[in-house]
């Protein structure tokens, strides 16, 4: 299969996605927030809506390959399963008395059924065995593998980089066994054969490095933009940015340093680009935004920061070698546009040149959108934008066609 993602706006023929399902089943009102949900789903809506932003793609021509399906591809080969059982169920992860049971009775489900609970999670009420060691003993521990609702969300766990990827350690405990999900896959699946880990290890702690895909930008004339705010640490940044240079991925990285707000977890979240000359932007957080470079040097990993005075805006047209960007702020007055941002308004995927798939609930919006000459494809958001996340954050863009200048 064709791997490749040199901009944020080329023509886009491969996706990865995750729909729905069992992991948000498991959400309550008294649990939801430590998964980083905001509030609990109408699952059938939300997998209903789901199917539809899939049907859409894949109306445009975009491949679109769902995590379900290709984690139960690999849990059908023993060396994959093995290799994924090894890391999710052992002493250290959930006891040593659960680990001796567990893992012999996941080795007996079929390759769905694994799959579902691996996303899903495993309920300690639903094991055919006695769980009576320190661990499945404790009070109120519901779960003895964690449902990862997140997944949902599959630009973060991994993100493609010119013909690679990097394998994200996550921030929060409640996403990063996401990660090894995506790893196995790239491991193990026949679609994804040849290609390189930029960076990112599943088998190594990285401690407070930290990366997410929803702050990586690949925009274009060799730079990528990455944000760093909540979720991604100057230590992630500083490590991508120098495995990149090492393999011709990236001639600049230009680091985003943003505020510290769940409402701006990442850098997508207020930015995100309608043409590779043309943004939709949240203006009161891209304003805060302010920007350095990190370029490469003559010494081998060496790294030259440039800090730059002006906004965020212009920097990103100077490394483009535009005169300047076409701006889209947030519909709306104040109010609206704070509550569109909210909602995933400027959260944005760009399947071609002006031509973009958004929430519905972003009336405002969508409409300066469609009045700036931008199509406009809608799909449902009352319910797939719980987690905080748009059609930008639901696909992980694997191929987009170069833009030619």
Known sequence: MSVGVHSEAGTLRSVLVCRPGLAHRRLTPSGCHGLLFDSVLWVEKAMEDHARFVELLQERGVEVLELHTLLADIMAMPQARAWLLDRIV????????????????????????????????????????????????????????????????????????AGGVTLNPMRWPARQRETLLLAAVYRFHARFTRHQVWWGDPDRHHGQATLEGGDVMPIGNGVVLVGMGERTTPQAVQQLARRLFEHGAATRVVACHMPQKRAQMHLDTVLSFLDVDFVSVYRDGVDQIRATSLLPTDVPGGLRLQRHEAPLLDVIAEVLGLGSLRVLTTGGDA?????????????????????????????????????????????????????????????????????VP
């Open 90 to 161: 052992n002493d250290d992860t959930v006891g040593i008395g659960l680990a001796v049971l567990l893992r012999p009775w996941l080795e007996t489900l079929t390759p769905a059924t694994v799959t579902e609970l691996l996303i899903g999670g495993v309920a300690r009420a639903e094991l055919p065995f006695a769980a009576t060691d320190l661990v499945g003993g404790q009070e109120g521990d519901d779960f003895v593998i964690e449902p990862l609702p997140n997944t949902i969300y599959t630009r973060d766990s991994s993100a493609w980089v």
């Open 335 to 403: 109010s609206e546009a704070e509550r569109e941002q909210w909602d995933d308004g400027n959260n944005v995927l760009a399947i071609d040149r002006r031509v973009v798939v958004a929430y519905d609930r972003n009336v405002a919006t969508n409409r300066k959108m469609r009045a700036a000459g931008v199509e406009v494809i809608e799909i449902p958001g009352g319910e797939l934008s719980r987690g905080r996340g748009g059609a930008h954050c639901m696909a992980c863009p694997i191929h987009r066609e170069p833009i």
